[in-house]
């Protein structure tokens, strides 16, 4: 079931995608494979959250190094820096994972979220805010979910658009 999801939302991924790339060049099969690794690590925090030990153990076994961390907020990349899966834990208590993939544009990471979207059973809030796309609400067996989907952004190591998925308590 897991490899049908990840496979799933790679295959929404690449059906998006309006690439100025020519299809046989080294970028483009540096992204296809980076959303591939990034769809696994999305799989996995939807179906482990809120258990970040499990998260983390998990993302390690995919490949992913951590990188920077503090009490509550972990970073883990893989070696190229391709794909970066940021794991935060709040006061609330909430629970957040946010996945950033290099390169990746807005409309490939709407299609991207849509498995976490799916999964929630979530209804869409927002589509445009500062720095916001969209922004799902819904709730899995025992807590409330929003998914937010991110502008590219730039960052020293990584410039992408970024998926998140926040759960936190019912209320």
Known sequence: MRTALVLSAFGLVLASCNTTVESTGSTAIAMEANLLVAAEAAQTCQELMPNFDAIKGELVSQGFSRKEGTSSIDLFATADWGVTTQ????D????ICVVTVDGMTSDQAVAFAQPWVDAIDASLLSDSGRDVV?????????YDAVVVVYEPFRAPKI?????????R???
């Open 87 to 90: 794991l935060q834990l709040g």
């Open 92 to 95: 609330v208590p909430n629970w």
């Open 134 to 142: 969209s922004v799902w609400r819904g709730k899995d067996e025992a």
């Open 159 to 167: 410039q992408g658009a970024s998926i998140k998925l926040e759960y």
């Open 169 to 171: 308590r019912a209320n």
